[in-house]
């Protein structure tokens, strides 16, 4: 095989893995897809599965596991609801508070609600919440590590370490993915691990959810455990939010502006 055609396999395999992330694939349609032969396509998804890339299931479909979406693709999705819920989680904090932001564009919107607050000081790890209050009134303390993309969140030893020095008055965290029992779904095991460090140093957490993050849990291989009576501010319908009530979670839900939960659904309290 030639320089060129490996280079073109992989780019192939690449954009499979896209294509799976998108639902279940059958190996005829990325035959079609990709004008190649159906050996090809299995021998192309037999790598991908002993890469981790992927799983496959009976049937000659295709479930992928769920692929990390970038910064810029999360920040187009449930825009009204997100603003909805940052401005819920706004109403939270108080005067004085040192306040956790972990990454992600949700919680990046509720740094946009915290611009004016000077009399807070924010604490945080994301790329986007920095870029929020570069020039705002707020005073912000960075917690240092690497680099992790595509989040671009700041994560590893020196961010633990970090976090065990402060006991934040609230934190507030984004997810992926959230189960009621298993708690976020995370793509990377030292996120996973930051997430939980984060909801166990402060004297309150909550959870920043748009409705989709509830639906099916999430597809990465890694949980973040939260503690009992993590609060969850969410636009998810009654139904979805019950589970975590039920669970032991302090549930707000939030509507998307129009007064209704960002689904339609009518209003849950807890």
Known sequence: MTSGERSATRQRRERMVHLLGAGD????DLAAEFDVSLSTVRRDLATLAALGRITRTYGGAVDHRAVERSRHDKER?????????ARAAAGLVRSGDVV????????ARLAHELRARGDLTVVTNGLSTLVELADAEVEVVVLGGRLRR???SLLGTRTEQALRRLT???AFLGVDGLDPRRGINCPDPEQAALKETMAGCARAAWVLADHSKLRGGGGFPYWAEMPAGTGLISGATERELAAFSDGGWRVRPVADGTGRPADGSAAHSS
Not at 25 to 28: A, I, R, T
């Open 25 to 28: 694939v059958s190996v005829h």
């Open 77 to 85: 999705a449930q825009r009204g609801e997100k603003d909805a819920l």
């Open 100 to 107: 956790l932001l972990d990454a992600g564009t949700t919680v």
């Open 150 to 152: 595509p989040n671009e």
């Open 168 to 170: 934040p008055d609230i």
